[in-house]
């Protein structure tokens, strides 16, 4: 089947990425898996092809115009799902180190399908919780960079998440609609967890007119050893 990529390539050259041939066969082959494996799990609610090229694909890559992503080497995406925004950025900027993490094992079974059919290297998979891994050495405080579209209020996601992160990297997560009070909201988290917020980058995408925002927030501080708290208090009971 032929397939018309104009909308991913425009959306990628918005943020000064030009795709090769072979990443082009990539987005289009991570369609393909993607597509079939949701007729037997659920994946994504969005599956017509232009959709998922800006809803996905090119909302996955957004970060690029905010981070230098070149400058990145360690990546961790915090309930990936089914692989966004983590994949597309490591098809585009094949030099990242990339950690998926999702709690939910057979999406990492799907993860690593993709991850084999694409011939991506230096991909790890991880199945648990975010309050878990972050705790771990080998994890914790050790990314220049960490991503989410999960879907948590900023105060829950910065607990599972800025203790990944090392001081002087970022956490950026990916958010819809109206987010000011959930700003206000995650201030004492974000002070508490060593972070501080930089930036907000509001944009549109597509002719969807879907209003997105990444929220830049740089560690500033190391995070207390006490967070995260243990599995289900970041969302039970947000630091707020």
Known sequence: MEYKLDLLEQGCKDFGIELTQQQKEQFVRYYEILVERNQVMN???ITEFE?????????????????????????IDIGTGAGFPGIPLKIVYPHLEITLLD??????????????????????TIHGRAEEYAKQKEYRET????????VANLSTLSEYCLPYVKVQGYFVPYKSGKIEEELHDS???LRILGG????????????????RSLVIIK??????????????MPSKEPLT
């Open 196 to 211: 501080r917020l930089e930036n907000v980058h509001k944009f549109q995408l597509g002719d969807a007119e879907m209003g």
């Open 219 to 232: 560690k500033e501080k190391s995070t207390p050893k006490k967070y995260p708290r243990k599995a289900g």
């Open 143 to 150: 990314y220049d960079l960490c991503v989410s579209r999960a």
């Open 103 to 124: 709690s939910l094992r057979k999406r990492i079974g799907f993860l690593n399908e993709i991850v084999d059919n694409l011939g991506l290297k230096n991909v790890e």
């Open 51 to 75: 959709e998922v090229l800006v809803k996905h694909f090119v909302d996955s890559l957004a970060v690029s115009g905010v981070v230098d992503v070149d400058n990145v080497s360690r990546v």
């Open 187 to 189: 201030e004492k988290a």
């Open 43 to 45: 994946l994504t609610a």
